[in-house]
């Protein structure tokens, strides 16, 4: 096991004021940094000024991103190593279209320790700057989010390969299960409920989408639901 840790910190969409306060300490405690291409200005002026070690990782035009990937994690690796925190700071949000799952897998692969922060992403952060709501109580209950790299002709084949993440559905999560089987979903796929989210007592419940329609679990709240295969890929990277 590495001496030093990796923190995958989300930097928000680029407003300076939009970094959370965990991020800033992160920041203000890390050794090396290695930042992303959509870091904020302010943001990357506030690092250099910091004087710490600053690492610019993003990808440059024509590039390949597999190669800058191999790049990044042996800089992880080798600050690790050393006995370093080491930030690797994205935008918006990085669990979101951030390349953070080969370099989650990278990183338990190479046992090293890491802890995600989150951020707040451009897909919440950027509409709320233009006044625009993501859900309303008559117009949109569900939110989209993918990238404009997908075929839109063949939007049906998205669905097994979306996350659904579900509020306020704790005391039906057996009939939400039931309808996203009917919807089309693999009875396979794995679920996350998770309770307490990101508080003190936080406790996750894994199962798969055909046992959580039959399922006798109560569920404490606050809850949320998340349904996909990404589910399936942290359970399998775990169990390594
Ligand atoms: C590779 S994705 C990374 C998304 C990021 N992890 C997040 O949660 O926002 C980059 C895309 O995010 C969107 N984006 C990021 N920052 C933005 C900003 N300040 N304004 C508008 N769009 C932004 C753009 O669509 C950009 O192409």
Redesign the pocket.
């Known amino acids: 096991v590495a001496k030093g840790k990796v923190y995958l910190v989300?930097a928000g969409?680029?407003d300076r004021e939009l970094l959370t306060l965990k991020a800033e300490r992160v920041l203000r405690e890390a050794d090396v940094i290695l930042y992303d291409r959509?870091i904020g200005d302010e943001i990357v002026s506030m690092l250099r000024e910091s004087g710490k070690k600053l690492i610019y990782v993003g990808k440059n035009k024509g590039e390949r991103g597999d190669k800058r990937q191999e790049e990044i994690n042996r800089l992880m690796k080798k600050y690790a190593d050393e006995g370093k925190k080491v930030v690797r700071l994205?935008?918006?949000?990085?669990i979101?279209?951030?390349r953070a799952t080969s370099e989650i897998e990278f990183l338990i692969k190479n046992s090293i320790p890491f802890e995600i922060i989150p951020?707040v992403?451009?897909?919440n952060g950027?509409p709320a700057y233009a006044n625009i709501p993501l859900t309303h109580p008559e117009l949109a209950s569900c939110l989209i989010v993918l990238t404009g790299k997908e075929d839109m002709g063949k939007f049906h084949d998205l669905l097994n390969r979306s996350t659904f993440v579900i509020l306020m559905g704790k005391d039906s999560v057996r009939d939400v299960a039931k309808g996203l089987v009917k919807f089309g979903l693999d009875a396979e796929t794995g679920v996350a409920v998770i309770q307490r989210g990101t508080l003190r007592g936080q406790k996750v419940f894994f199962c798969k989408l055909g046992e959580l329609s039959k399922c006798e679990e109560e569920f404490e709240g606050p809850a949320l639901i998340v349904v996909g295969r990404v589910v399936d890929f942290v359970r399998e990277l775990n169990d390594l």
């Open positions: 989300g969409p680029g959509l994205k935008g918006g949000d990085p979101i279209f951030g951020g992403s451009s897909v950027v």
